[in-house]
């Protein structure tokens, strides 16, 4: 029988992590005879939920196993949320989903909806129900949108892959070791079919997180093989474990179609496109905020300071620019003028930036003075004085381009397509089965 199993919310900030029990429960069906028809699913969630731990992700695990096995199956998945979640903390509420045979439609389009909006539980508990898949619920039971919803990702389009290691339980919380010189000679060796290792800009190296949960490192690329490759590069600790994932990061798969100002939701993904509407301006700590305007209303776009020099560009915007803006509203919608956090901008058209100066002298080409209101100028190198004379118009040379413009890699959410993804989209019919290697032990 074929059996897919959904499951999130299993972790919190201090530890654990939905992943790892994903890595856990390959070993576990392996042994249990399951064939896996495709590879460990990681699926990132609308990004703007409030309740998400870190990055919003929920896995599935698809197997072929024989039904006389399926019972220990889920025994096991049970089993290990229940030994690996930290149902200590307010926030962790787990949610298991089984469900058996060929995944219908209406389940792929509420992942859809999961990833790009936000979802009720009793949509989710009733979608559940009408669709034979069995929903099991720890706590508030929240966790079983995000299972639910990773049971109808079949990431059937665009998608990437992540090598996922994990440490030894007893390094658990302790700092990490991974030599820093070989993931850099990693980026330079894979880079193109890997992306994301290092920011260019500062030279830090992502790919290991800072929090106490298992995982060691992560890299993402383009195919199975280029990030087994590249995860095998690096020098670090002992690994426990580790497992290639197949996922939606990377693909924009949040950001939908192009949504008007009037009708952003809260806590949604959305794309804008309007005319700038007014100058920047930067508050303190740094963020940037210009206020956008449609045909239907006006939005605050915010850049924040860990953008880093993106806010240069959005800086250099002035009133008039037209741009496509890419982000997601955070919070409630229901102030006047909501705020829409960019992940990325792209200026489709400039305005001319005309400014009035005061006028060159005709005699000499000095500077100008005004004689006061509507009183003309004089000359304040020749002292000629021109009584009718009016203010000059002058075109600056603008410090921007037409084109697509992202933060830098470091401060991008996991679900946005990096600039070196784009024309490396997947499409079309899939090779599921997984290739070996694509786990370890
Ligand atoms: P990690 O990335 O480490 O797995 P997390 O950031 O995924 O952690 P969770 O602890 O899984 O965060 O919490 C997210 C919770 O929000 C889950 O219970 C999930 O079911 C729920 N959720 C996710 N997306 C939506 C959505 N679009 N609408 C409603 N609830 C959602």
Redesign the pocket.
């Given at each position: 029988m074929l059996l897919h199993i959904g499951f999130?919310?299993t972790?919190s900030p201090s530890g654990g992590?939905?992943t790892y029990i994903a890595a856990r429960l390959v070993d576990a069906l392996s042994g249990l005879g399951a064939r896996f028809v495709d590879y460990p699913n990681l699926l990132r969630?609308?990004p703007n939920?409030p309740?998400?731990?870190?990055?919003?992700?929920?896995v599935c695990l698809r197997v072929e196993i024989d039904k006389s096995r399926e019972e220990d199956a889920l025994r096991s998945v049970l089993n290990l949320v229940e030994s690996y979640a930290d149902f200590d903390c307010d926030?962790?509420?787990p949610?298991v989903v089984f469900l058996e045979g060929v995944v219908p439609t209406g389940l792929i389009e509420f992942s859809e909806r999961?990833v790009k909006?936000?979802?009720s539980l009793d949509d989710a508990l009733k979608l559940a129900d009408e669709h034979e898949a069995s929903a099991i619920g720890f706590k508030n039971m929240?966790?079983i949108?995000?299972g639910l919803a990773a049971v109808g990702g079949l990431q059937r389009g665009d998608h990437t892959y992540e090598f996922l290691s994990y440490r030894l339980p007893g390094n658990w919380g302790t700092p990490r070791r991974v030599d820093l010189d070989s993931v850099v000679r990693m980026d330079e060796a894979t880079g193109g079919s890997t992306f994301n290792n290092v920011d260019p800009e500062t030279g830090r190296v992502l790919i290991a997180p800072n929090g106490p949960d298992p995982v060691l490192y992560g890299i993402r690329g383009e195919d199975p093989s280029a990030v087994r490759e590249a995860g095998l590069m690096v020098d670090s600790e002992p690994l426990e474990r580790w497992v290639v994932f197949r996922t939606n990061q990377g693909t924009d798969a949040h950001l939908g179609s192009h949504v008007t100002a009037s009708s952003l939701r809260p806590f949604s993904p959305a794309i804008l496109e309007g005319l700038v509407s007014s100058p920047p301006r930067t508050i303190q700590g740094g963020h940037v905020f210009v206020g956008l305007t449609d045909e239907t209303g006006r939005v605050d776009c915010a850049a924040y300071e860990p953008t880093g020099p993106f806010r240069e560009i959005v800086r250099r915007l002035i009133p008039g620019d037209r741009v496509r803006a890419y982000g997601g509203v955070r919070g409630e919608a229901s102030s006047e003028r909501p705020t829409f956090n960019l992940e990325k901008l792209e200026v489709l058209g400039l305005a001319r930036d005309l400014r009035k100066v005061n006028p060159k002298c005709p005699e000499c080409g000095g500077s100008m003075e005004s004689m006061g209101r509507g009183k003309g100028f004089r000359c304040r190198r020749c002292g000629l004085r021109g009584p009718k004379m009016e203010k000059a118009t002058e075109e600056l040379v603008r410090q921007i381009g037409t084109g697509l413009f992202m933060p830098p890699p470091r401060a991008q959410r996991h679900l946005s397509k990096p600039e070196v993804r784009y024309g490396k989209e997947k499409s079309g019919p899939l090779r599921l089965e997984p290739e070996a290697p694509w786990h370890w032990p």
């Open positions: 999130d919310d972790d992590c939905t969630l609308n939920v309740w998400k731990t870190r990055g919003n992700g929920a926030n962790t509420n949610g999961v909006t936000v979802v929240r966790g949108i995000g």
